[in-house]
């Protein structure tokens, strides 16, 4: 069974850093896509980054492109989310994803298991 476990959430004041961690168990990840999706109150799920295990290609929603980067250590089977020049905007839980096709990466629907999320807190 998959599991995936997110840590290093926490209250930030603005333009502070924070760097998010998915720990990976329970299958070979070698062909799979991981994503980090944020869910803020309110609104719906929706992508942040995603990066491919076998290769390391990235990509990123656009708002937070120059400011977030993914990235994944094959050894320790772990996915990061360093997180620079963090807003208020960015204030929602945090979610490790696993699954889905590098070409419908930005689709939540697309990934197979999920952690519990991570609450992220950006003070203005």
């Known amino acids: 069974q998959v599991q995936l476990v997110e840590s290093g959430g926490g209250l930030v004041q603005a333009g502070g850093s924070l760097r998010l961690s998915c720990a990976a168990s329970?299958?070979?990840?070698?062909?799979?896509?991981m994503a980090w999706f944020r869910q803020a109150p309110g609104k719906e799920r929706e992508f942040v980054a995603a990066i491919r295990w076998n290769g390391g290609s990235t990509y990123y929603q656009h708002s937070v492109v120059g400011r977030f980067t993914i990235s994944r250590d094959n050894a320790k089977n772990t996915v990061y989310l360093q997180m620079n020049s963090l807003k208020p905007e960015d204030t929602a839980v945090y979610y490790c994803?696993?699954?889905?096709?590098?070409?419908?990466?930005?689709?939540?629907?697309?990934?197979?298991?999920w952690g519990q999320g991570t609450q992220v807190t950006v003070s203005s």
């Open positions: 329970g299958r070979t990840f070698s062909n799979y896509v």
């Open positions: 994803a696993a699954g889905a096709t590098w070409g419908r990466r930005w689709y939540a629907d697309e990934y197979d298991d």
